[in-house]
């Protein structure tokens, strides 16, 4: 069983920037592909950032293209997500996911991925 644990939310203005964390508890990621995702009030979780089990393929969507970074640690235990420019229609809890296959193309899809973390609220004030 992996468990995900998130951080690095907060409150922050428009234009600013903010890392998220992913820490995987007792187990390396060497072999999954990992994902960040987003949930605003009222919405479906959203795709946000993929990256594949080697690090050398990520994918974004539109919305955060440019602005928004994924990344593992060279232990790999770790992912994060930089993000920059800050928007207020950022606003979400970005929950964590990692799938145990180390790509699939049902990367943008939340049945893509096998394991979640609990999720951290990220405010976006303009």
């Known amino acids: 069983q992996v468990q995900l644990v998130e951080s690095g939310g907060g409150l922050v203005q428009a234009g600013g920037s903010l890392r998220l964390s992913c820490a995987a508890s007792?187990?390396?990621?060497?072999?999954?592909?990992m994902g960040w995702f987003r949930q605003a009030p009222g919405k479906e979780r959203e795709f946000v950032a993929a990256?594949?089990?080697?690090?050398?393929?990520?994918y974004y969507t539109d919305s955060v293209k440019g602005r928004f970074t994924i990344s593992k640690d060279n232990a790999q235990t770790t992912v994060y997500l930089q993000m920059n420019s800050l928007k207020a229609e950022d606003t979400a809890v970005y929950y964590c996911?990692?799938?145990?296959?180390?790509?699939?193309?049902?990367?943008?899809?939340?049945?893509?991925?096998?394991?979640w973390g609990q999720g951290t609220q990220v405010t976006v004030s303009s």
């Open positions: 996911a990692a799938d145990h296959t180390p790509w699939s193309s049902n990367y943008g899809r939340t049945d893509g991925y096998d394991y």
């Open positions: 007792g187990r390396s990621f060497s072999n999954y592909h």
């Open positions: 990256i594949r089990w080697n690090s050398k393929m990520t």
